[in-house]
């Protein structure tokens, strides 16, 4: 007997089971509203409770167990007893997921790991100097201690790189989890061990230009989230209780679109938004906004902390989610680490906004002398106030018993929980700077690298919104006195920018301003390789946090800021504003190719302001004096100048002349469309100049079958252009999934002669796995597959089986009719043993016929003996043809008098 059922048989009166137990549990008045599981399920949990197991539910939830010493009619000691040594130490085998409270525990040596994280992280033999950019919540800590419970790896947890070096193990594979990616040493001085796996929010530094490493870095991302959500949510419905409320795909509905839209980021943030569901019920909470979520469980949480004896929490409850937000703001305006970092309980106190100190204050002492009742005297009131403690430690400590701030990393500081709050409350706090702060506010903390990124995004936002009124107050300042106006400044430049060349109307007359504002501080350094920059918008390593702090993406933001004002408004410059001149300053190529190199990085080119800069920088040549042709303009402009070159003469497209990335495909893709000329038509133009220049290698970036451009040429192939085609690259695979009608009409007129220059060319498979049906016909009308003998056309013959088994059937009929041995043997021989069934009644009837030729017997004996002797599963079948056609031939020898071969 377990220690609950000793305590139920102590009872008055005595409670005969842990179904008994379950439903005085839920009727009784103080058993907590926020723990109300079905009754199968809670009785389940009695059970293991009783055996020792998921104690850590109890251990967490002083309401159940103060309820439960009323319900059982004891001390709550002697509840409390089963959870001492639990309590002690910590569960080295099993994480209970706290965010996810009904589910059952995690076992780190008896379960893999979820889905949502790269299974190469836990998979140590394979790793190469492996680097996983894992940002806070991407599940670095739970695979951790997958690793080091399993023995598979040392788990080392720090803050910083410096807390590593002196706990880095000298040998064995090492899981290093780090917290933050600030300090790391150069590439050189980290660990060239094979077998360390670095979890980090960054990704590794680069190597110095001098060094040539032996082993780079293995870099490794998490998988994106939107396509794990169907696995990882029936792996969490399977931890749940069978008679619980979540739905998979009503979660799925709510879930997926906020992954798309960049709301829920991480691993964790996801299990969090989970967790929110299934504590408030999925049909009530798929209404309700992430936001209102989290709010309400923010609210839920510090009314259970109330209710455990927390006042602080008792007064926080109505506000806690502004808390959190306004805490948010204030890491990104005076917090020098990220948001998402774990702090002291010191470091959390001092972020506490003033505001919130001294209406606690007051709060405080109210409650404080409400509840001692009647009227405070003078030295009661200066006793009251002397003990009562600051109120910023007060709503950290109410945080804290909430669970909202939680211990978490090496140093055991308190991180903001759980991972969905943290992500929903920063984001918010993000757009209340944009939105209700002044222009100093949100520039402090564009001057910080860690919260500068997710500030761009939200100004950008809100100015794509046509909202300008923030543009009027930041013209309302000296913005030249603060560095934090002058980076505001420089931020709201490059949004308008980018937005003008996206086609959006932006007021002349903040294009003006904006612009003479940001040329009375650009930033422009000697030297033959100094480009023209922002002052303070970018730092070290911004490209790579922010594209909108890139000093290229400033550049273009410029150049379409000053082709929108024209030639007379607003402050001249050689390089930003060379619209109308003569292209020769020498810095300016440079400039062109910066500017290039930034558009095609993969994550810039998708943006529409990319593809529209190359049309940009056509007009720019257009209004520069001198004669110019595709041939003698930047590659920038070269899309623009191969399409007017091509309306000229509407004959050739000298398509290689520009550059094959796909950003530079969809920019002449985008040309054409400007001066109505459609792609299709573009590109038989390309493909005509192609074969008239007798395919040159030099075109292969373009045409080649696996170039990065076939998706955008190969479905344009003219017919007269496939012989050149076939010479050019007969023996290569092609992206036969591009063509279409007029490609497959053209590749079967030509199969029979090139068949047979090529029989052994890659291309045959693919194409009779991609042709229409239509065209599959005629290609067996045609018969070269079973009338040459040479290639691989058993392989061949044996996709016609599986494609269009009824066709070939008739074909070996004929080919039965025609007398062809040699045609009907290979027909035959690729035939997949599951269509003998239908296949030996039509051999039987076609090999009745008195007119068959022996040569074509022998091969349907060499078959059929095969099936035969191979056991096939209609052996029988083929067993009863086979002798009957051995019967014929053998009284065929007889009446000739002859012994057989």
Partial sequence: MGWLRDLMSQAEPAIAGYGELARRSLEHPEWPEDTRPQPRSLAALFSKLDRGQELEWLAERDAVQRALALILGCRLDLI??????????????????EDLPFARPFDFQEEPLPPGLPSLVGRPAAWQRTWWHAPSGSGRSLVGRWLSARGLAMHVCARTWADVAQRLPESGPTFIELERGDGLPAFEQLPLRADVCIAAPVVPPAPSPATRA????????????????????????????????????QAREWLLPLLQDGQLTSFGALLGACGLLDAQGVQESTSKTLSELTAQFVHDRLEQASGKGSAEAQWLKQSGFDVLVKLAEEVLTRGEHPWELARSQDEWIALIPQEFRESVDQEWLRWSLGKSGGQASAAELERALRSAPPGAYRIVRALADARLLRTRGAQSGLEVAPAVVRQVALRHAREQLIRNSSPFSWGEALLRPHAAPGILNALDERLAE????LVESLFDLDLSSQPALVVAAEAVFVCLGLQVLSGATVPRDYLIQIWNEQLSWVLELEGETELPGPRLLSWEGSAAGSLLSDPDVWRVAALAISERLGPTQGTR???????GNELTHPKLQGLFDSIHACLLRPDISQYEWALRAFGMMGRLYNSAPGKHDVSNVHPLARPAYAVKAFLADRQTLAIDTI?????????????????ATEWPVLAEAAWRDWRRRGAPVSADDWFAPNSPCHRQLWPHMPADAIDAVWSRWGDQPWPVQCFGPAQWTAFVDRWARQFARHPSSPVWAAALERMPAESLDEVMREGQLWSTPFGNTAALTAIVWRRAPDQIRAQLVQRIEAHDAGGFARCLEAAPEHLDSQ?????????SQRTVRRQVLDEARRWLARRVQTRASTWREAYGLFAT???RVARSIRARGSLPP
Avoid: C, M, N
């Avoid at 089963?82 to 099993?94: G, I, S």
């Fill in 80 to 97: 409390r007893r089963p959870l001492e040594e639990l309590l002690e130490a910590p569960d080295l085998k099993r994480l209970r997921f």
């Fill in 214 to 249: 032996a082993q780079p870095w293995q870099v490794i991302e998490s998988p994106a989230l939107e396509t794990v959500l169907d696995p990882l949510l029936e792996w969490l419905h399977a931890r749940l209780p069978e008679d619980g409320a979540f739905d998979v795909q």
């Fill in 466 to 469: 046509d909202d300008f009124l």
């Fill in 573 to 579: 410059h050689p390089l930003l504003r060379p619209w």
């Fill in 659 to 675: 550059g094959s990335h796909p950003l530079e495909v969809r920019a002449l893709r985008y040309e054409g469309e400007l001066r």
């Fill in 839 to 847: 296949l030996l009644p039509v051999l039987t009837a076609a090999l």
């Fill in 885 to 887: 056609i051995e019967e």
